[in-house]
């Protein structure tokens, strides 16, 4: 089992390389644009399943704001924050 751990460890690592800047765009790390999102699409005060309304201030709160695109405000954030590996690169195309 700890073969397998180290092996998912590796690959993990390479999927999540660092980021490289395209010719001409500003340099923002990962943590800059998930920031940028989670502000963008904070979905306020939101129900939750014991009735009670509160504001949506962790992480799990998002997935019960509701989206007209998406299942949750958490799948939106998920979607447009944008993954590159080796073969692949998916960029939201709105931003």
């Not at 390479?14 to 699409?41: D, F, H, I, Q």
């Not at 939101?46 to 799990?60: K, Q």
Request: proline share 6%; aromatic share 12%.
């Amino acid at each position: 089992m700890f073969e397998i751990e180290r092996e998912t460890d590796k690959f993990s690592s390479y999927l999540c390389r660092a980021w490289e800047v395209l010719s001409g765009t500003p340099l923002r790390s990962p943590a800059t644009v998930l920031g940028v999102l989670c502000r963008k699409w904070f979905p306020g005060i939101v129900e939750l399943p014991s009735e009670a309304r509160e504001p949506a201030y962790t992480w799990e709160r998002y997935a019960l704001g509701e989206d007209d695109q998406y299942r949750n405000k958490q799948e939106r954030i998920l979607a447009e924050f944008w993954v590159s590996s080796s073969r692949t690169t998916l960029i939201n195309p709105s931003h």
